[in-house]
């Protein structure tokens, strides 16, 4: 996960890989997805597009596609090696209507390699 640089925003974003770049090596802006603020440029030679954290753990956590998760608190903590970013998530459907909470902690350690470890548990 990468975190955007917009200090009203600051939420996290992942890259997904769509395909190799048709132009070589080219610099490709990365535009969180939240608040469309340019994060960075890369330096690469494939194209990337930036997706919201619930997109990938709306997939870890298999809800139905209609349904949505709306974080209600998050909480990013560092320490020396480790990161842990931990979700308070409604699932609402598609009427607004919540129908199970969770808690997500993904946690990613940074040396020697970085792995992201993610588990939830269904809280209401
Ligand atoms: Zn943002």
């Given at each position: 996960?990468?975190?955007?640089?917009?200090?009203?925003?600051?939420?996290?974003?992942w890259l997904s890989r769509?395909?190799?770049?048709?132009?070589?090596?080219?610099?490709?802006?990365?535009?969180?997805?939240?608040?469309?603020?340019?994060?960075?440029?890369?330096?690469?030679?494939?194209?990337?597009?930036?997706?919201?954290?619930?997109?990938?753990?709306?997939?870890?956590?298999?809800?139905?596609?209609?349904?949505?998760?709306?974080?209600?608190?998050?909480?990013?903590?560092?320490?020396?090696?480790?990161?842990?970013d931990t979700y308070w998530?409604?699932?609402?459907?598609?009427?607004?209507?919540?129908?199970?909470?969770?808690?997500?902690?993904?946690?990613?350690?940074?040396?020697?390699?970085?792995?992201?470890?993610?588990?939830?548990?269904?809280?209401?």
């Amino acid at each position: 996960m990468e975190q955007c640089t917009n200090p009203d925003c600051k939420k996290k974003y992942w890259l997904s890989r769509i395909s190799d770049s048709v132009y070589g090596k080219d610099y490709e802006d990365i535009i969180c997805p939240y608040c469309n603020t340019l994060v960075r440029t890369m330096d690469t030679s494939a194209c990337f597009m930036t997706r919201k954290a619930e997109e990938l753990y709306e997939g870890k956590i298999g809800i139905a596609s209609e349904n949505k998760l709306i974080a209600t608190l998050t909480k990013f903590e560092k320490s020396s090696n480790l990161e842990i970013d931990t979700y308070w998530y409604d699932e609402v459907d598609s009427e607004g209507k919540v129908v199970a909470k969770y808690i997500l902690k993904d946690s990613s350690s940074i040396s020697p390699v970085r792995e992201n470890n993610i588990t939830f548990e269904k809280i209401g």
